[in-house]
């Protein structure tokens, strides 16, 4: 069986919370593994609207130090500490992120009764954040007003799934079973050869979601999202406020597709949307003539990346 792979969307506004929207906030959930990729203004009460299982989140990776990025980070903790969580907690983030949560608990007076830990995060170059035994998490630069990163999350080889009927009748052993399941051929130890192709059904391709938000239009993000599955990147503004985009250092919906379509990523979702649009239906429809995958997220919704 194929581990779920999903993105659920908390919020997706730029700057303020505004027609309904909130700052960005995403949930990623693989099979069981959960994490949150930033952390705006009311992320716990989005966890709770929405029914995500907060407590299971792992890892959070902020993307920057604008307000509507992190702004919720500080309650999350809190609410994390007197519902008495003891699992550990890592933080990936920009210079100077631990030291605005530290100084927020110093002067309340709090003490953490779960571990928590911070990773300060690379501006200037991509790296490997984390690895765990099903998925990668990578981080890579982004160019905007401050320091950013973007994030792209891999999955690693799967096992794969065994004809059943080969296995009853040729009956390899557990040994044999887990290697085939690996994708590697088996000798065992008479001489007798088991095949992978023979014995297991083909993996398929790797499974990949990529975060850009924010950004100003980089040809220079191609390599860090090329071929994902499914791309997440701003589009703050339609293209007649493309000057503005630039001024701002953000996007413009065909900017995002121009991404999109350069790093031949399977689906683009549109977000960070600015508080001037009630409607959103412009910015999609503008996406759509440079990258026909494209749609806009919505709040509350969960995607599958497949």
């Not at 996007?251 to 949307?273: C, D, P, Y």
């Not at 494209?294 to 599958?304: A, D, K, R």
Request: net charge neutral; charged share 25%; with cysteine.
């Amino acid at each position: 069986m194929i581990p779920e792979f999903e993105v659920t969307v908390l919020g997706n506004t730029s700057s303020i919370p505004v027609h309904g929207r909130n700052p960005t906030a995403q949930v990623v959930r693989y099979h069981q593994e959960y994490l949150l990729i930033d952390c705006g203004e009311g992320t716990q009460m989005q966890l709770k609207k929405f029914k995500q299982k907060s407590s299971r989140i792992s890892c959070i990776f902020i993307s920057h130090l604008h307000g509507d990025h992190y702004l919720g980070l500080v309650g999350l903790l809190s609410s994390y500490n007197l519902n008495g969580r003891t699992k550990p907690l890592t933080i990936y983030g920009p210079k100077g992120l631990d030291e605005i949560i530290t100084t927020q608990f110093k002067w309340s007076k709090t003490k953490l009764v779960y571990p928590l830990s911070f990773r300060e995060t690379n501006p200037n170059e991509a790296e490997l954040l984390l690895e765990t035994n099903q998925i990668r998490v990578f981080s890579f630069p982004m160019k905007h007003r401050l320091p950013t990163t973007g994030f792209r999350i891999e999955e690693k080889t799967r096992l794969r799934n065994l004809i059943k009927e080969k296995v009853l009748s040729e009956k390899p052993s557990v040994e044999a079973i887990k290697t085939l399941r690996e994708g590697q051929d088996f000798l065992d130890e008479a001489g007798k050869l088991f095949r992978v192709k023979d014995f297991a059904y083909p993996q398929g391709e790797m499974r990949s979601y990529a975060f850009c938000s924010d950004t100003i239009f980089d040809p220079d993000l191609v390599p860090h999202v090329k071929d994902v599955t499914l791309l997440y990147h701003e589009s703050t503004f339609m293209d007649d406020q493309k000057d503005r985009a630039k001024i701002t250092f953000h996007s413009t919906a065909k900017e995002a597709a121009e991404i999109a379509k350069r790093a031949n990523v399977g689906q683009l979702m549109l977000g960070h949307f600015s508080s001037r649009y009630g409607d959103l239906e412009g910015l999609l429809a503008e996406a759509k003539t440079i990258f026909s995958k494209s749609y806009l997220s919505t709040q509350g919704e969960t995607y599958p990346i497949t």
